[in-house]
């Protein structure tokens, strides 16, 4: 689970970066200036690009269901 605050930008961001732009040109700079949260910031709470595009695919789906 993802800590409140900073962590949740970060989600935030990924999500609204992926469904306008695809995993193809997904980048963790972009989603850090859309989230206005310093680069090392998403390295340090979901350690990777493809980690954090899986907490945001599994809040998805905690969402909905």
Known sequence: ???PGT???ILRAA????LERGYAQLSTRSIAE???VPLS???YHFG???DLVLAV???EN???L
């Open 1 to 3: 689970m993802v800590e």
């Open 7 to 9: 962590g949740n930008k």
């Open 15 to 18: 999500k609204e970066s992926l």
């Open 34 to 36: 859309t989230a206005a």
């Open 41 to 43: 910031q998403i390295h």
């Open 48 to 50: 990777s690009k493809q």
């Open 57 to 59: 695919l599994e809040d």
């Open 62 to 64: 905690r969402r909905l």
